[in-house]
């Protein structure tokens, strides 16, 4: 542990007398505004009863806003339960605090826009009553029952007609393991389609105040462009690894090299075109305003990687479509409450939030594991990751499979199902980075469904790696460096 640590601990000795409450650790290190002690004790001593204080009562948080300024300050619980008293300080105590919504089952998206205040034919969110942060109450037509259970059903049903593919309000990339905004939903779900967008994000919002989690596998992007996380280049690997491995190479180009490519912030793309039958031309479209004129050169080439991810990733084409879903979330989560998020959550802590953890068979998955090389399978460094794993709590096991397949959620016939880039079936690989330097943290190749595993000296080193790298990684390529 860090000198500090020791320090605080002798601290703490030092206040002790029978009448005086002793200070942890952890609470020592928040009192006196140590942010990177508190951050290494956040990663050691999970044990220190201050973080179930926390969680407990998350409005010890409001005097101490640094602790919610970088993900791995706080775990998921109180992170959630923070979420919760900020969502319920939104809601007023009267009863006009309550939205009661009437569904009829066959037809549960009648009269939804008007219910939930969505203006129909533009998707904006009206500012009268149902367009407020409301309870909601929800029973079916000539029905008597109630409760919450009605509510967490219509959830499901909702979801589940918004999202039929038929609808053709998202599209899939990746085999429908993930799901993004379809450029085309104008024409494939009709005039009115960013109702259905705005429709969405209210009952996102809606599900973060009831502590519901939706049964919604929506891309990392389409999450990162919605609650305002930076897109990075390093996304775009899991979606189209051949583009990302071919822009790379301008990465490790000389300067001088790359001055004189003759690359502008312009992206280039395929446009299906009709006439008597389909064909295709090339359309240009310019990565920021002026960027035809604009060279890529060694000082500007992240700026442009980072554009040409997010024009790849969530294209202009789909800027309304996010807006509506944006809007329509903004009745909970406004413009500074996300803001907030983006600060002290990863964007898989944020689908976790939202999406929930569908449950994970340690068991399904060590079964469907393939190793490289095969004899991996029965090294020291492959059994202590499946005992760390089966240890993890089930939040830490969705964050690491986030972290390995770019989703929290296994699909519903289990990891044999598991696929990878544009589709192709990807059993989870466990690769041996042997040879690796010393104290590396594990990567991965979220796009193959693959965790590259250096060699550690022991099953406690491994652990703490991966917890480092699970902990704080943001997409595919923050703290662990996924490649």
């Known amino acids: 542990?860090?000198?500090?640590?020791?320090?605080?601990?002798?601290?703490?000795a030092?206040?002790?007398?029978?009448?005086?409450?002793?200070?942890?650790?952890?609470e020592l290190a928040a009192d006196q505004g140590h942010m990177h002690c508190f951050e290494d004790l956040a990663r050691w001593g999970g044990a220190d009863p201050y973080w179930s204080k926390l969680t407990a009562e998350p409005e010890l948080l409001n005097s101490k806003p640094w602790l919610l300024s970088k993900p791995a300050l706080l775990d998921l619980p109180t992170k959630r339960a923070w979420l919760g008293m900020?969502?319920?300080?939104?809601?007023?105590?009267?009863d006009e605090a309550t939205l009661s919504l009437v569904a009829r089952r066959g037809?549960?998206?009648?009269?939804?826009?008007?219910?939930?205040?969505?203006?129909?034919?533009?998707?904006?969110?009206?500012?009268?009553?149902?367009?407020?942060?409301?309870r909601l109450d929800v029973r079916y037509e000539g029905e008597a029952a109630g409760g919450d259970a009605l509510r967490r059903e219509w959830f499901g049903l909702a979801l589940t007609e918004m999202l039929d593919p038929d609808r053709g309000l998202f599209m899939s990339r990746d085999g429908n393991r993930t799901l993004q905004p379809n450029p085309d939903?104008?024409?494939?779900?009709?005039?009115?389609?960013?109702?259905?967008?705005?429709l969405l994000g209210r009952i996102a919002g809606l599900a973060l105040y009831h502590r519901e989690t939706l049964n919604a596998s929506w891309s990392t992007a389409f999450l990162k462009a919605v609650f305002g996380f930076e897109i990075a280049f390093e996304d775009l690997q899991a979606v189209d690894p051949k583009l990302h491995e071919n822009l790379a190479k301008l990465q490790r180009m000389a300067s001088d090299e790359l001055d004189g490519i003759g690359i502008n912030f312009v992206a280039n793309d395929e446009e299906a075109i009709v006439y008597e039958e389909a064909s295709k031309r090339r359309r240009s479209t310019e990565l920021k305003p002026g960027g035809e004129g604009m060279e890529v050169t060694a000082a500007n080439l992240s700026e442009y990687l980072r554009l040409y991810a997010r024009h790849k990733l969530v294209p202009a084409s789909v800027d309304e479509q996010v807006a509506a879903f944006r809007d329509g979330l903004g009745v909970f989560v406004d413009a500074e409450l996300r803001a907030q998020l983006c600060k002290c959550c990863t964007v898989a802590e944020v689908q976790l939030l939202l999406c929930g953890v569908a449950e994970i068979d340690v068991d399904d998955w060590k079964r469907s594991a393939r190793y490289e090389p095969a004899s991996f399978a029965t090294s020291n460094q492959a059994q202590w990751f499946w005992s760390v794993l089966a240890d993890l709590v089930p939040e830490d096991r969705a964050k690491l499979l986030f972290f390995c397949t770019g989703s929290a959620r296994v699909p519903a016939t289990g990891f044999a199902s598991l696929q990878g880039y544009n589709g192709a079936q990807s059993r989870f690989t466990l690769d041996s980075m042997h040879g690796a330097e010393a104290g590396r943290l594990p990567t991965a190749s979220a796009c193959f469904n693959t965790l590259h595993l250096p060699s550690y000296a022991s099953r406690a080193e491994l652990e703490a790696k991966l917890r480092l790298a699970i902990g704080g990684a943001e997409g595919f390529h923050e703290a662990a460096v996924a490649v």
């Open 1 to 12: 542990m860090p000198a500090v640590i020791h320090e605080l601990e002798a601290k703490r």
């Open 107 to 134: 037809q549960i998206l009648e009269g939804l826009c008007a219910q939930l205040g969505v203006d129909e034919a533009t998707g904006r969110v009206g500012a009268g009553a149902s367009g407020r942060p409301q």
């Open 185 to 198: 939903s104008a024409t494939t779900a009709g005039a009115d389609h960013l109702s259905y967008f705005a």
């Open 14 to 26: 030092l206040r002790w007398s029978p009448d005086e409450r002793v200070a942890t650790p952890a």
């Open 86 to 94: 900020m969502l319920d300080n939104k809601v007023s105590v009267s």
